[in-house]
């Protein structure tokens, strides 16, 4: 596997199940990122990690809760959502070297979310 | 606040025609600019950037200028092809890692 990938590509939940999102990065990168892709919204940045440390936390709702073992690994996991969380959740990488230089996000494929 | 504004899509344009899809931001500070590219079933990829002023962002034929006076990075293509359609989104960021994004435009390019 190389670049950033996301399973599963597809899911279908009921508001009352608990499920989770899985990202994995083969880039040696130490930051990842959760996105929420709505249609006709711009991206939503949801968590930022550097180091396995969580650094941002754009006001989202607890149903959400994000879990970074390592630099590698990204799991968003998801309880009692809402049919309005129903979007594209994108996972990203890059190499942060703690300075205030952007440095470019890769994306994973996405994982396509609809809550009945 | 930082923002992105872009063109609604979705375009429809036939194969070797000019592409233009208008980006307009707001921005605390100095932003670099960018633009990605999602194709179907896949994730985000870079397609350009600039970081300053006046800077010209080009690949794979696309360009987009960085006009500080009109707050604007609009995305150009001189002669698009069947396999540009994707999704662009026009982007900024302020500081390492806060990038903002603009809505996505759509674009169809039929034989």
């Known amino acids: 596997e190389t670049g950033v990938t996301q399973t599963p590509r597809h899911l279908v939940m009921g508001m009352t199940n608990k499920k989770s999102l899985k990202c994995e990065q083969h880039?040696?990168?130490?930051?990842m990122y959760w996105y929420k892709q709505s249609a006709k919204k711009p991206l939503e940045l949801m968590f930022v990690?550097?180091?396995?440390?969580?650094?941002e936390n754009n006001s989202v709702p607890s149903r959400f809760s994000p879990e970074c073992p390592n630099s590698s690994h990204l799991f968003l996991h998801l309880h009692t959502l809402q049919p309005e969380d129903s979007a594209l959740y994108l996972c990203a990488s890059s190499q942060d070297l703690g300075t205030q230089t952007y440095n470019e996000q890769f994306f994973g494929p996405g994982t396509r979310l609809t809550v009945l | 606040g930082n923002s992105v504004t872009q063109m609604e899509g979705p375009v429809t344009l036939s194969e070797e025609a000019f592409l233009t899809i208008n980006c307009t931001y707001t921005a605390t500070g100095y932003p670099s600019l960018f633009w990605y590219v999602q194709y179907p079933g896949e994730g985000l990829q870079l397609l350009l950037k600039a970081t300053k002023a006046d800077d010209k962002g080009s690949n794979k034929g696309f360009e987009a200028t960085y006009r500080k006076e009109t707050t604007s990075f609009h995305l150009e293509k001189g002669s698009v092809q069947v396999s540009d359609s994707a999704v662009y989104f026009c982007a900024l960021v302020t500081g390492a890692n806060n990038l903002f994004f603009g809505t996505g435009t759509r674009l169809t390019v039929i034989p």
């Open positions: 880039l040696g990168h130490n930051a």
């Open positions: 990690y550097n180091f396995k440390e969580q650094t």
